[in-house]
């Protein structure tokens, strides 16, 4: 059964459109989902960072996740994370965004490896 207090991860830009892809995590576990799947190449944890900081790094798939496209902790991608702590983020609760390359292939597989991580659609 789904809870409105579930942490959800949707691609928020026209899937398979664009340069570039944005994936949108948001609850509360939003940050912990996203430290499973995104490693910043400063070799700091992503919680180290302050609130709206753009930080580049690999997108992997996460640890103990049996993934047909990937071994874990394999690169899916590089990008940016952002991360928004509530209650100073647009909805209010601790949100993060991926950017990744677009297209359909990477997209799909940034938004499965936060599903394997740990949020729901």
């Known amino acids: ?16 459109k664009g340069g570039v892809a944005v994936i949108r995590l948001s609850g509360p576990e939003a940050l912990t989902v996203a430290e499973r799947v995104f490693r910043p190449r400063s070799g700091k944890a992503l919680s180290d960072y302050p609130a709206r900081y753009a930080v580049w790094g690999d997108i992997v798939v996460p640890e103990g996740a049996d993934a047909s496209f990937g071994t874990p902790g394999e690169v899916l991608d590089d990008g940016i994370c ?7 983020s647009y909805t209010g609760e601790d949100t993060a965004e991926l950017s990744c ?19 729901r659609q």
């Open 1 to 16: 059964m789904y809870s409105p207090f579930d942490t959800i991860a949707a691609v928020s830009t026209p899937f398979g």
């Open 82 to 88: 952002t991360v928004f702590r509530g209650p100073g």
């Open 101 to 119: 390359h677009g297209g359909v292939l990477v997209t799909r597989n940034v938004l499965t490896a936060c599903l394997l991580a740990g949020a």
